[in-house]
């Protein structure tokens, strides 16, 4: 089994092999091809406290290989195919969906052709088409979720416009989402982003993320550092506000999707009247000096409001959001989070850098039981690179809970103490052919 699927990324292989050096009448269809290849095997255990599932080992690899090359001889026009595989080979495999009864890591078996697209660059303007891992900003609201072992991709046609100076332009609509559990989610979805950078201390973004059927994400967001005598302050400020969804279809299956899981009805009647109603901002700053880093932040995620569920970005890489032990990856409960940061890091130069994050979680309103505490967690993470091409993580996750009279809707607690720990080496591998 493992041979059959990894024929994909070994086809991708020999082709990039096959397109250097005496590649003969190739020569002529791809030139100046570019290869990338990585492997990241990664051990992971996870304890997500809930006592109908036991503890989790995974021992995962990522191996993925990538080839962008021109095409046909004209400028500007290039081509992009990159594979990815997932596998555990059966070592250790303890884990939910490999196995039932086990808690879930995220990373199931799988090959996809992560990347294949076709690019066209001239005078400023960038024109896409097909297959492509697509990160905006700080990835709250459109992400890749580099994290797992199989990232998210998008399958879009976009524009990009950088021909003035300090400015740059995207347009993109998304046909599919490719889900890192290898799930995919058919959309009609607009992408749209600009962002000017005003000063050296000043660049603002604005956008609007119009996901079919659930919601219109509109925000400004303000980012820049600032160099003063003894540290440079590094800072972000944000507001988002979601409104009912400009792109609707009522074909769409994950209606019937959400209706069978026992979401609201608005979530699954008549798009045109799905309703979101719902705000988010943020604040943040990092002062660094001498190699380290101290960082406070504020991040609120709106209660639900008049519409339908409360802030939540579907597409975000949400494991570097709220905590890496990622308790609310689910969705923001419907009372809000409210998750207040404080963060201390130190980078030792050859000897690594070591973060140290601390979470206190709460709700944007009380519950019904007038309670808000929605727990707290820390998280650590030290980085070494071991070479020029190969670097080590060690990275933890220890989540406590708070108020057990937030339920689920078997009125069992909805969050529980949880544990999560990774070793992982990642190597990576460029040349041009």
Same mark, same amino acid.
């Given at each position: ?58 021992? #995962?690899?990522? #191996? ?13 026009? =290039? ?64 992400? =890749? ?57 000043? #660049? ?108 939540? #970005? $579907? ?6 959001? =709220? ?89 069992? $607690? ?20």
């Amino acid at each position: 089994m493992n041979k059959i699927k990894m024929s994909l990324v070994a086809a991708l292989a020999a082709a990039a092999a096959t397109t250097g050096a005496n590649a003969g009448p190739l020569d002529t269809i791809l030139s100046n091809p570019k290869l990338d290849v990585e492997l990241r095997p990664r051990y992971e255990a996870v304890d997500d406290g809930n006592p109908a599932t036991k503890d989790a080992s995974a021992l #995962t690899v990522r #191996t993925t290989i990538g080839v962008q090359a021109g095409l046909l001889g004209v400028d500007g026009l =290039n081509a992009q195919l990159e594979a990815t595989s997932v596998d555990n080979f059966g070592l250790v495999a303890d884990y939910a969906p490999e196995r039932s009864g086990y808690a879930k890591v995220a990373d199931p078996t799988q090959t996809r052709m992560n990347q294949a697209n076709i690019s066209y660059s001239a005078n400023g303007f960038v024109g896409i088409l097909g297959r492509k891992m697509v990160t905006l900003d700080n990835h709250r609201f459109i992400g =890749n979720v580099g994290w797992r072992q199989m990232p998210q991709t998008y399958d879009l046609a976009a524009a990009i416009y950088n021909g003035v100076e300090n400015l740059s332009l995207l347009g993109a609509y998304v046909t599919r989402v490719n889900q890192v559990t290898g799930s995919v989610v058919d959309t009609g979805t607009v992408l749209l982003h600009a962002s000017y950078k005003v000063m050296p201390e000043l #660049t603002l973004t604005a956008y609007d993320y119009m996901v079919q059927n659930f919601a219109d994400h509109i925000g400004i967001r303000a980012t820049g550092k600032v160099k003063l005598d003894a540290a440079t302050l590094k800072y972000e400020a944000e507001y988002a506000m979601q409104n009912d969804p400009t792109m609707d279809d009522s074909n769409d299956p994950n209606l019937a999707m959400l209706k069978a899981i026992g979401a609201p009805a608005a979530t699954y009647n008549d798009p045109a009247n799905i309703k979101q109603d719902a705000n988010y901002y943020k604040i943040a700053v990092d002062a660094m000096a001498s190699g380290f880093t101290v960082g406070v932040g504020y991040e609120v995620l709106s209660e639900r409001g008049s519409g339908a569920n409360a802030f939540y #970005t $579907p597409l975000a890489t949400l494991h570097a959001m =709220n905590g890496w032990a990622d308790v609310f990856l689910g969705g923001t409960p419907d009372e809000g989070l409210v998750d207040m940061t404080l963060k201390l890091g130190y980078n030792a130069g050859e000897f690594g850098k070591i973060v140290g994050i601390y979470h206190n979680f709460s709700s944007d309103v009380d519950n019904a039981n007038g309670d808000n505490d929605l727990g707290s967690e820390i998280d650590v993470a030290y980085k070494y690179k071991i070479n020029k091409g190969l670097g080590l993580l060690l990275k933890g996750a220890w989540y406590t809970a708070g108020d057990a009279s937030f339920k689920d809707q078997n009125g069992n $607690p909805k969050y529980n103490d949880t544990t999560k720990y990774w070793v992982q080496l990642d190597y990576k591998f460029h040349a041009e052919l």
